[in-house]
C-alpha cells in the first residue's frame, strides 16, 4: 500500500492529510466517498523503514506457479473472477503474493479488469503475464490463459533448475578448493618453513615454488581481496551498460562446454515464450517485443529485435535467424514450416521441448564428467602442497639414515 498527501475541500471547509491506498486512482476514490474533492494529491516516498525489505523476486517461482494452476483450476470449475482471486487471497502460503490479491480482489470489486488489476504490481506479475491474461480476457478463455501460464513458468523453471544444478557442483568444489590452498599457504607451510631452512641444503624446485606462494599469500593477501573486489566492480559496471551485457552474454555462449548449456536454454525459454504468446492470439510483432524483454540474454535479443524489424520491412521473420552463429538451422527451419502451415505455435512449442531435453542431456552429462574431474583437481592442489612439505622431510631422513 502506498501513501499519499492530499489538499482537498469538503462542503464546509478545506481538508489536507495523508491517505494509504494501492494506488492514486484508489486514494481520490476513498477520499471521494469521504465527501471530499481533491484539489492536489501526491505519492509520498517510503522511508526504509516503512519499506517492505525484499531480496530477489519477492514470490517463490514454485509457489507462483502453483498459485496459477489453482486460479485456473477454480476458473474452470466455473468460480467467477472476483471470488476466486478472493479464495486464493486467503490460502496461497506466499506473504507478498496474499498482499497483493487483496489489492487487487479491491480492484476487480470496484469494476477494473483482472488484466489491469495485475498491471499495477510488475514485480510480481510481468509484462507476459499480463499480456496473457488480457489475451484471455478479449477471448473468453481466462483459464486456458492461466494454465499456458503455468505451464510456461513450469517449463521455464525446470530448465532453470537444471543449468542451476550443472552450475552448483563446480562453483562449490572451485571456492572450497581456493579456500583449502589459502589456509594450507597461509596457517600449513609456515610452520615448515624454519625447520626447511635448517636443513642446509638445496629444497625441491616444488618446495620452493610453495614456499613462495605461502610468502606471497601472507605479505599480500590484501592484494587477493583487492582483485576479487576489482573483477566483481569491473562485471558490475559490464552488466549495467548495454555493450557490457552484450560482450558478457557473447563470452557465456560461447564459453566451451558450459556455452551450449546457456545457449540452448536461452534458445528455450524464447521458443516457449513465442509459443505461449502466439497460442493466446498476441499479436506477432508485440509478441517479438516482450520476447526481447524476457529472454535474458542480449545476444538472442539482438536477433529477435532484428526479426521483428525485419517483419515491419516486409520482410523474413527467420532471416535474421539463419544469419546468426547463435541460432542452430533447425530453428530456421521449423518456424518456415510453421509459417506456411499455419501452426507456428505449435512448431515453436516442439522446438522448446527439444532444447528443454537437449538441456537436461547436457546437464546429465556435464554433472557425470565433471564431479570427477574436479576430485581430481583438488587432489593435485591439495597433493602438491602436501608433496612439497614431505619432500624435504624424506631427504632428512635418508640423510640421518646414513649418518
Known amino acids: 500500500m502506498a501513501r499519499f498527501r492530499y489538499e482537498g475541500r469538503d462542503r464546509k471547509k478545506i481538508r489536507s492529510g495523508v491517505i494509504t491506498a494501492t494506488n492514486q486512482r484508489g486514494a481520490i476514490e476513498k477520499l471521494r466517498e469521504e465527501g471530499i474533492r481533491v484539489t492536489n494529491i501526491l505519492q509520498l516516498e517510503e522511508t526504509t523503514l516503512q519499506k517492505d525489505i525484499q531480496i530477489g523476486n519477492p514470490v517463490k517461482r514454485e509457489q507462483f506457479i502453483m498459485f496459477l494452476r489453482q486460479f485456473s483450476t477454480l476458473m474452470r470449475a466455473g468460480v467467477t473472477i472476483v471470488d476466486a482471486v478472493h479464495i486464493l487471497s486467503q490460502q496461497v502460503e506466499s506473504k507478498p503474493l496474499q498482499k497483493v490479491l487483496v489489492q487487487v480482489d479491491d480492484e ?8 489491469s488489476a495485475l498491471a499495477e504490481h510488475p514485480k510480481i506479475f510481468e509484462p507476459l503475464t499480463v499480456n496473457l491474461i488480457h489475451a484471455g480476457e478479449l477471448s473468453g478463455n481466462i483459464d486456458e490463459s492461466l494454465d499456458r501460464l503455468a505451464t510456461y513458468y513450469e517449463k521455464a523453471y525446470q530448465t532453470r533448475q537444471k543449468v542451476v544444478s550443472a552450475m552448483t557442483y563446480p562453483a562449490v568444489v572451485g571456492v572450497l578448493a581456493i579456500g583449502v590452498v589459502i589456509f594450507l599457504l597461509s596457517s600449513i607451510v609456515p610452520m615448515f618453513v624454519d625447520m626447511f631452512a635448517s ?6 624446485l616444488i618446495t620452493q615454488f610453495v614456499m613462495a606462494a605461502s610468502e606471497f599469500v601472507q605479505q599480500y593477501w590484501y592484494l587477493l581481496l583487492l582483485i576479487v573486489a576489482i573483477i566483481g566492480i569491473v562485471f558490475w559496471m559490464l552488466r549495467r551498460d548495454p555493450k557490457g551485457r552484450y560482450f558478457l552474454d557473447t563470452v557465456l555462449l560461447r564459453m566451451p562446454i558450459f556455452g551450449k548449456i546457456f545457449k540452448k536454454s536461452a534458445l528455450a525459454r524464447m521458443t516457449r515464450t513465442l509459443s505461449s504468446l502466439f497460442s493466446s492470439s498476441v499479436p506477432i510483432l508485440q509478441a517479438l517485443t516482450m520476447v526481447e524483454r524476457v529472454v535474458g540474454n542480449e545476444v538472442i535479443a539482438k536477433v529477435v529485435i532484428e526479426a521483428r524489424d525485419s517483419l515491419q520491412r516486409g520482410g523474413s521473420l527467420t532471416e535474421p535467424m539463419r544469419n546468426h552463429w547463435a541460432f542452430p538451422p533447425l530453428i530456421g527451419h521449423m518456424i518456415s514450416i510453421g509459417e506456411k502451415t499455419g501452426s507456428l505455435d505449435h512448431m515453436l512449442s516442439k522446438v522448446a521441448e527439444f532444447y528443454e531435453k537437449e538441456v537436461e542431456a547436457e546437464t546429465d552429462r556435464l554433472k ?19 608433496l612439497a612439505i614431505m619432500m624435504p622431510m624424506f631427504g632428512m631422513f635418508e640423510n640421518i639414515d646414513n649418518m
Open 368 to 386: 557425470a564428467l565433471i564431479e570427477p574431474m574436479m576430485i581430481v583437481f583438488l587432489a593435485v592442489l591439495v597433493g602438491t602442497i602436501v
Open 199 to 204: 636443513f642446509g641444503g638445496e629444497l625441491p
Open 108 to 115: 476487480l470489486r470496484k469494476g477494473n479488469s483482472l488484466s
